[in-house]
């Protein structure tokens, strides 16, 4: 085997080793896996519909599942948005799909780690068994989903000392201390 075969064989093997860590990169076995998707998302929301809006959805508890399909690169394609109330549904998921729809999103796959298997392991065997069957797999990502769900508290503990918490301020914050 000459100089540039072999050349030629390490990069398609690197190749194709960047593409596997890629695949592997975006599945989840950590336990808040479906809210680091929440926050991307918040955060995803925040750019693309603006402060104002993310405001008035959260002041008026609307909340919504974009339903996206991932294929084993991890790339994102969106499918559709549910909104709660359901009588919004046309209105924001015309909105999402406007702004969300054409980027390309990242989210992780989320799974749960297999009974006596390392966190290692489970994503080893989930990797290698994820994508045999078809090309791609759906996942649903909230809005905003179980990231509030301290607010009432903390809320509560701001008005003890005098001050105000809005739903977007801990919102921020909860994105902030997760995501800096």
Request: with cysteine; hydrophobic share 35%; glycine share 2%.
């Amino acid at each position: 085997m000459n100089k540039m075969t072999k050349i030629l064989y390490f990069l398609t093997f690197s190749l194709l080793c960047t593409f596997s860590l890629k695949a592997q990169s975006n599945i989840n076995v950590d336990s808040d896996c479906l809210n680091r998707n929440s926050l991307l998302l918040s955060r995803l929301l925040i750019k693309d519909l603006g402060e104002e809006k993310i405001k008035y959805f959260l002041e008026n508890d609307i909340r919504f599942l974009i339903f996206y399909k991932v294929d084993s690169l991890g790339y994102t394609e969106f499918v559709r948005a549910k909104v709660f109330p359901d009588s919004l549904t046309n209105i924001v998921s015309r909105e999402i799909d406007n702004q969300i729809k054409i980027r390309n999103n990242y989210f992780y796959v989320c799974y749960e780690r297999f009974p006596n298997h390392t966190k290692e392991s489970s994503l080893e065997i989930i990797s290698r068994d994820l994508f045999k069957e078809q090309d791609y797999q759906f996942i649903n990502v909230a809005f905003p989903g179980e990231t509030m769900i301290m607010y009432n508290i903390e809320k509560d503990n701001a008005n003890k000392k005098g001050k105000q918490l809005s739903k977007y301020e801990y919102l921020l914050t909860i994105l902030n201390k997760n995501y800096p």
